[in-house]
């Protein structure tokens, strides 16, 4: 059998990328592929404690960013390389790439300084693939207003979030072997035909 793969699903919220995984993720195990699904921030005890403070307490940019990595040391460590070295596949609900567009594109922080971190942190582990739900912003906060509770990310204003997905956008043209773009304004029907195709490719 081939090497278990990690798989990570990007994009701005309201990007339809959790239903886009939920899909993938079974159609995966229903080829008997062995996995795990998780997600950052979180999939530890520590990291899920830690997501409820990212996501719900004000901080200065760079504390958010430092807890972000922080948070996938941990995942990473106990996580992420266990279950590849057993030959469990690993599907994570966002990673680094958020980081460099959430806390890079959209507060701000220098690119170098989220560059040092993702050193520190995973030197010698990308993931072997990255779906980018990517989908206008004003499509994506139309589908986020039916949400009745909004995190600290979700209250951001629309420039936030043009400038988290021209970065997304940024690092898929960077490296288009790892980043798949998925059209998330299309139907679901449409969307989950993508990830059929891009799973008949692994
Ligand atoms: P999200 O996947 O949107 O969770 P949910 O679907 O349950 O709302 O992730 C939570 C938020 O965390 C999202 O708004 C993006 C943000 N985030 C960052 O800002 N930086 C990061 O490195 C990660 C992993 C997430």
């Known amino acids: 059998m081939s090497k278990a793969k990690f798989i990570t699903f990007e994009g701005v919220d309201g990007a339809g990328k959790s239903t886009g995984l939920a899909?993938?993720?079974?159609?995966?195990?229903?080829?008997?592929?062995?996995?795990?699904?998780?997600?950052?921030?979180?999939?530890?005890?520590?990291?899920?404690?830690l997501r409820e403070m990212l996501l719900n307490q004000p901080m200065h940019i760079e504390t958010e960013a430092m807890l972000m990595f922080a948070a996938r040391r941990e995942h990473v460590e106990k996580v992420i390389r266990p279950a590849?070295?057993?030959?469990?596949?690993?599907?994570?609900?966002?990673f680094s790439d958020a980081s460099f567009a959430y806390q890079g594109?959209?507060?701000g922080v220098p690119l170098a300084k989220l560059e040092q971190l993702e050193r520190w942190v995973h030197e010698d582990l990308q993931p072997?693939?990255?779906?980018?739900?990517?989908?206008?912003?004003?499509?994506?906060?139309?589908?986020?207003?039916s949400n009745l509770s909004l995190d600290?990310?979700?209250?951001?204003?629309?420039?936030?979030?043009?400038?988290?997905r021209?970065?997304?956008l940024a690092r898929a043209t960077q490296s288009p072997q790892r980043i798949v773009?998925?059209?998330?304004?299309?139907?679901?029907s449409e969307v989950n035909q993508s990830l059929s195709d891009i799973l008949s490719t692994l």
């Open 23 to 49: 899909w993938f993720a079974e159609a995966l195990r229903q080829r008997g592929i062995p996995l795990i699904v998780t997600r950052e921030p979180g999939g530890t005890p520590l990291g899920e404690q």
């Open 84 to 94: 590849l070295q057993q030959g469990i596949w690993v599907i994570s609900d966002r």
């Open 105 to 107: 594109g959209g507060r």
């Open 128 to 145: 072997d693939l990255t779906l980018l739900f990517d989908i206008p912003i004003e499509e994506a906060r139309k589908r986020l207003a």
């Open 152 to 164: 600290r990310f979700e209250q951001e204003k629309g420039e936030f979030f043009e400038r988290v």
């Open 166 to 168: 021209q970065v997304y």
């Open 181 to 188: 773009v998925i059209h998330a304004e299309k139907t679901i």
